[in-house]
């Protein structure tokens, strides 16, 4: 299993970022897909979770109605589509999926800041 993220970068607040997972190594299609985040200092936070066909969606609090996860299963990907964000969103975010056991992509850094 191998997950990939981009898609991170430096952003005002306000502005938007997308991001990216590659997945490879298992059959995609058939697994709910997350993507977390560690901010600084704090304990990791489930983001947002995409149903294996895209069908269901959920989010944390913290972001609903500013994010949005969906998934190509034909490119093997999941993104996150990241608007108005804040200071406080500034974390590393990570691309998760469980197969028995929890696996994790290497992280891409989001920064919010002015």
């Known amino acids: 299993v191998q997950l990939v993220e981009s898609g991170g970068g430096l952003v005002q607040p306000g502005g938007s970022l997308r991001l990216s997972c590659a997945a490879s190594g298992f059959t995609f299609s058939s697994y709910v897909m997350n993507w977390y985040r560690r901010a600084p200092g704090k304990e990791r936070e489930l983001v947002a979770t995409?149903?294996?066909?895209?069908?269901?969606?959920n989010y944390a609090d913290s972001v609903k109605g500013r994010f949005t996860i969906s998934r190509d299963n034909g490119e093997e990907t999941v993104y996150l589509q990241m608007n108005n964000l804040k200071p406080e969103d500034t974390a590393v975010y990570y691309c998760n999926v469980y197969i028995r056991n929890a696996y994790w992509g290497q992280g891409t850094q989001v920064t919010v800041s002015s």
């Open positions: 995409i149903t294996s066909a895209g069908s269901s969606t």
